[in-house]
């Protein structure tokens, strides 16, 4: 569905992304995960076309972003970091308003509405404005946006960013439908449960460059299951083990306050940058 290759972004002397190669299958959930500054939206915006890439290529669904400009448009959805929607608009009509930007006709368009607004449980709001709704609502009328002309690829950045934890698992959910629906789905996020909920591969980012990539259970294996956590010298440090039995040796030995726990993909992520993933 998404092949990038060789694919580099440069502003200046800075290279926000570095000659990145990536396949996201189609009906796939990937994810990339990274610290500010990896690359992730960089990425994103040069998937959707709105930042020109400096070089390499991307295809969609066997189009080549920069030769079909027009038609991989309108093979993707964008949910982006931020919110975009037409404030003084109500959901109804901004739904509208992007079926009529896609040239949809009337019937389906109006079809296409009723389900999306089912879908996002907005039914009882779709005649209010949007500055009205809370950051949840405005978050899953964005998806239903990006949803109306039924894109082959649906991009998501940070899309539970600012979200109460409440509100963040009820839009996992929505997420989940997407994907069981066969949609293909790259996400972009900070939060590490997340990604191993959400996602069937990551990405890891780092300094513009995919550092590792597999699905997540694997690359918690790869760095191992256990970690034992405690405060030295100033700082929380942590040890991977294998096993829980080589956590519990080494947390006998040392003095003060020790955690054992599972591990997740942070801890991966620090094994092979040094950098917490929200930094």
Same mark, same amino acid.
């Given at each position: 569905?998404?092949?990038?290759?060789?694919?580099? $972004?440069?502003?200046?002397?800075?290279?926000?992304?570095?000659?990145?190669?990536?396949?996201?299958?189609?009906?796939?959930?990937?994810?990339?995960?990274?610290?500010?500054?990896?690359? %992730?939206?960089? +990425?994103?915006?040069?998937?959707?076309?709105?930042?020109?890439?400096?070089?390499? *290529?991307?295809?969609?669904?066997?189009?080549?972003?920069?030769?079909?400009?027009?038609?991989?448009?309108?093979?993707?959805?964008?949910?982006?970091?931020?919110?975009?929607?037409?404030?003084?608009?109500?959901?109804?009509?901004?739904?509208?308003?992007?079926? /009529?930007?896609?040239?949809?006709? $009337? @019937?389906?368009?109006?079809?296409?509405?009723?389900?999306?607004?089912?879908?996002?449980?907005?039914?009882?709001?779709?005649?209010?404005?949007?500055?009205?709704?809370?950051?949840?609502? %405005?978050?899953?009328?964005?998806?239903?946006?990006?949803?109306?002309?039924?894109?082959?690829?649906?991009?998501?950045?940070?899309?539970?960013?600012?979200?109460?934890?409440?509100? /963040? /698992?009820?839009?996992?959910?929505?997420?989940?439908?997407?994907?069981?629906?066969?949609?293909?789905?790259?996400?972009?996020?900070?939060?590490?449960?997340?990604?191993?909920?959400?996602? *069937?591969?990551?990405?890891?980012?780092?300094?513009?460059?995919?550092?590792?990539?597999?699905?997540?259970?694997?690359?918690? %294996? @790869?760095?191992? @299951?256990?970690? !034992?956590?405690?405060?030295?010298?100033?700082? +929380? $440090?942590?040890?991977?083990?294998?096993?829980?039995?080589?956590?519990?040796?080494?947390?006998?030995?040392?003095?003060?306050?020790? $955690?054992?726990?599972?591990?997740?993909?942070?801890?991966?992520?620090?094994?092979?940058?040094?950098?917490? !993933?929200?930094?």
């Amino acid at each position: 569905m998404l092949v990038i290759q060789d694919l580099t $972004k440069q502003y200046g002397q800075i290279t926000a992304v570095d000659h990145l190669d990536l396949v996201v299958n189609k009906g796939e959930f990937f994810g990339l995960l990274g610290p500010n500054g990896a690359g %992730k939206t960089t +990425t994103i915006r040069m998937i959707s076309t709105l930042t020109p890439l400096t070089s390499g *290529q991307i295809a969609v669904a066997g189009q080549t972003v920069n030769r079909n400009l027009t038609e991989v448009k309108r093979k993707i959805g964008v949910v982006p970091q931020h919110n975009n929607l037409e404030s003084e608009m109500t959901a109804w009509e901004n739904l509208e308003l992007h079926g /009529r930007l896609y040239h949809m006709p $009337k @019937k389906s368009r109006r079809e296409r509405i009723d389900e999306l607004l089912e879908f996002t449980g907005l039914v009882e709001r779709a005649h209010d404005l949007a500055r009205t709704f809370s950051g949840g609502m %405005k978050r899953k009328l964005m998806i239903a946006r990006a949803l109306m002309h039924q894109p082959e690829l649906l991009l998501l950045d940070e899309p539970t960013v600012g979200l109460d934890p409440a509100v /963040r /698992r009820k839009m996992w959910d929505l997420l989940r439908n997407l994907s069981q629906g066969g949609l293909t789905v790259l996400l972009t996020t900070h939060y590490i449960e997340e990604a191993e909920i959400l996602c *069937q591969r990551v990405g890891l980012m780092n300094g513009g460059r995919l550092v590792e990539l597999d699905t997540p259970a694997r690359l918690i %294996k @790869k760095v191992g @299951k256990v970690v !034992v956590e405690y405060f030295e010298r100033g700082e +929380t $440090k942590g040890v991977l083990f294998e096993t829980r039995e080589e956590a519990l040796a080494l947390a006998a030995k040392l003095a003060g306050s020790v $955690k054992i726990r599972s591990s997740n993909l942070e801890d991966v992520f620090l094994q092979l940058t040094n950098r917490r !993933v929200g930094e």
